[in-house]
């Protein structure tokens, strides 16, 4: 089998992140990492949280801690939520760390005795009531191309274009919020990204047939638009610092690398921290050295992220001229959407992943998203949506299907899966349909199309529904015990089979149904054709147990709870 790398877009250490920033890049990759370990793949899930830059400088300033506190807090608050939500990273790293310190110096190196980077005197807004150069995001100001009045100096958070601070309007500073600025002089790094285009635009030809449309259109509009050569650092206190032996002059200035350079080379230092951890066993090169041809990479991430992981970071690689591994497909995501209005971290819009699972465990959200991501176009969360299909989809059709089959064979047949007649032809019929939904739901995984995923997932479901709506075992048992006792044998059967297969989706419901069933030995990860066709994995004797209700529906009560707390509309 392959081996996969899987990164998502590294969460931002500022604040807490919603719904969006998680159905955009993080909880896609877990669901994808998840199915791939159940077909027998090696995979391995990095992701970190993003540290550097302006935001956390702000952030801690505000709390009046020091900036590496700050990080550190922040950081194992978001992977508690993150371990809440039941995504399984390998190792969830920090950009902060020694190791990404080390390679991002490494490959700047590199990149300078290729000829990739230049020093340069550029003009750069300078704060006089904060006596000091401010970096992009610490200026704030309208935005030229939306009219955002609130755009910051890298980029527009309402129209996504990429800025430079001097093209804001009526800009102030983040920091004082003094509108008494003015444009010295200064020196900095440039990425010649303009020599790279012709490379990058190879490398983008080469792959972007194998992305989906939303990624392959993002980068060739930016390689159609012209590459242009890029600042990669900044005046900050905290972040990588600019090598002083490379760059002295620089260094005692106290530059340090710009964050979207550094924060795409942390895919790489998380991996090293994690191949840190355990030396002699684990070769972090391993996956990032192109002469492993056996690794197949894909990244996650929102639309917004897609320009510096299609174009700046592949820039930054080849430049090195060292070999290592590329993205092969990028999996990015549109915006979900809170009624009709963008989520919004700065702003407090939406719902916070803290929150959601302060209201209803992880897999209530985890299935609700992946069934609505937003591949195609946007999405919107409404709570009357949400509560639909938690409700339709999730106690209805999951939840009640187990919950009646479980109590129904142990009222009529006791504590052990029942033997009954043999399978008939509502059997084989159901066995077939299972075997083709069962194609469906691996294709729609292979080909990374979450929502038509989940489709073909509801759909095994349903099956079962169906199948029993077609025996009703609660009429068959008065003429026909045997008969009933196999409708609820094959039932069973299904509730195994639902419960490996939607182990991606909803992993803690997807254990609680596996282990309803005292079955000896059963590591199984997937489901065969045969064994899809035949249902037989949970033979009659078989005890079982009835598990809590796995799904509970959501009451009018509820949902105007719901509405109340955080709102019901685009305000």
Same mark, same amino acid.
């Given at each position: ?18 719904? *969006? ?37 702000? =952030? ?21 939520? #993150?371990? *809440?939500?039941?995504?399984? @990273? ?25 000829? @990739? ?11 006089? =009531? ?40 009526? $800009? ?40 989906? %449309? &939303? ?24 972040? +990588? ?11 005692? /200035?106290?530059?340090?690398?710009? %964050? ?5 080379? /942390? ?38 992220? %897609? ?45 916070? !992943?803290?929150?959601? &699972? ?46 009646? %089959? ?10 052990? +899966? ?5 399978? *008939? /032809?509502?059997?084989?019929?159901? *066995? ?7 194609? /469906?739901?691996? $294709?729609?995984?292979? $080909? ?18 169906? #199948? &029993? ?20 044998? !094959?039932?069973?059967? &299904? ?77």
């Amino acid at each position: 089998m392959a081996r996969h790398l899987i990164t998502s877009a590294l969460p931002y250490i500022n604040g807490i992140k919603h719904l *969006g920033n998680m159905v955009g890049s993080m909880l896609p990759a877990d669901v994808y990492s998840r199915y791939l370990r159940q077909r027998d793949h090696e995979v391995l899930y990095i992701c970190a949280t993003d540290e550097h830059g302006t935001p956390a400088e702000l =952030a801690a300033k505000e709390q009046g801690i020091p900036v590496d506190e700050f990080c550190a807090q922040a950081h194992d608050q978001q992977k508690a939520i #993150y371990e *809440g939500f039941g995504l399984a @990273f390998d190792y969830f790293g920090r950009s902060s760390s020694p190791q990404n310190h080390e390679i991002t110096q490494e490959i700047a190196r590199e990149l300078k005795a290729n000829g @990739f980077i230049e020093e340069r005197s550029i003009r750069q807004v300078y704060s006089n =009531a904060d006596g000091r150069f401010l970096p992009d995001r610490y200026i704030i100001g309208t935005c030229p191309h939306c009219g955002y009045d609130k755009a910051r100096g890298d980029q527009c958070e309402n129209c996504t274009r990429v800025l430079d601070p001097t093209d804001l309007i009526d $800009a102030r500073s983040a920091i004082s919020g003094s509108s008494d600025l003015e444009v010295r002089e200064t020196k900095h790094l440039f990425l010649l990204q303009s020599v790279l285009a012709g490379e990058v635009e190879a490398w983008v030809d080469e792959r972007a047939d194998n992305w989906p %449309v &939303l990624a392959s259109s993002i980068a060739r509009k930016w390689l159609t638009e012209g590459l242009h050569d890029r600042a990669i650092t900044r005046d900050l206190d905290w972040g +990588v610092p600019v090598p002083a032996d490379t760059w002295p002059d620089l260094a005692a /200035e106290g530059k340090v690398f710009y %964050v979207w350079f550094d924060a795409p080379i /942390e895919y790489i230092g998380s991996t090293k921290e994690w191949a840190d951890q355990d030396p002699e066993n684990r070769d972090w090169r391993s996956w990032w050295w192109e002469s492993n041809a056996d690794v197949h990479y894909t990244q996650f991430m929102g639309k917004d992220n %897609v320009p510096f992981h299609s174009v700046m970071f592949p820039a930054t690689l080849l430049g090195t001229r060292s070999p290592w591994k590329k993205v092969d497909v990028i999996k990015a995501f549109n915006w979900l959407n809170y009624y009709g209005g963008k989520f919004s971290t700065s702003q407090r819009r939406g719902v916070f !992943t803290h929150d959601a &699972l302060e209201i209803l465990p992880a897999d209530y959200w985890r299935y609700f998203m992946m069934a609505n991501a937003p591949e195609s176009d946007d999405s919107s969360f409404t709570w009357e949506h949400f509560t639909a299909t938690v409700n339709k989809d999730l106690a209805d059709t999951l939840g009640n299907f187990v919950n009646r %089959v479980l109590s129904f064979s142990r009222k009529r047949f006791g504590d052990e +899966v029942p033997a009954g007649a043999e399978p *008939g /032809e509502a059997e084989a019929k159901l *066995g077939e349909e299972v075997v083709r939904l069962l194609a /469906e739901y691996e $294709a729609q995984m292979e $080909a990374i199309q979450f929502r038509k995923a989940a489709a073909a997932l509801r759909a095994l479901w349903s099956a079962g529904n169906s #199948y &029993l709506e077609e025996k009703a075992p609660w009429l068959e048992i008065k003429t026909n015990p045997e008969g009933a006792a196999l409708t609820l044998r !094959t039932a069973m059967n &299904l509730i195994h089979l639902y419960s490996v297969v939607s182990e991606p989706f909803i992993p803690t419901s997807a254990k609680t149904m596996r282990e309803a069933f005292s079955l000896e030995n059963d590591t199984a990860t997937w489901v065969s054709r045969d064994e899809a066709k035949s249902l037989t994995s949970v033979p009659a004797g078989t005890p079982f147990t009835i598990p809590p209700v796995l799904f509970a529906k959501l009451t009018d009560e509820d949902l105007e709870s719901y509405k109340n707390r955080f709102g019901g509309e685009n305000e």
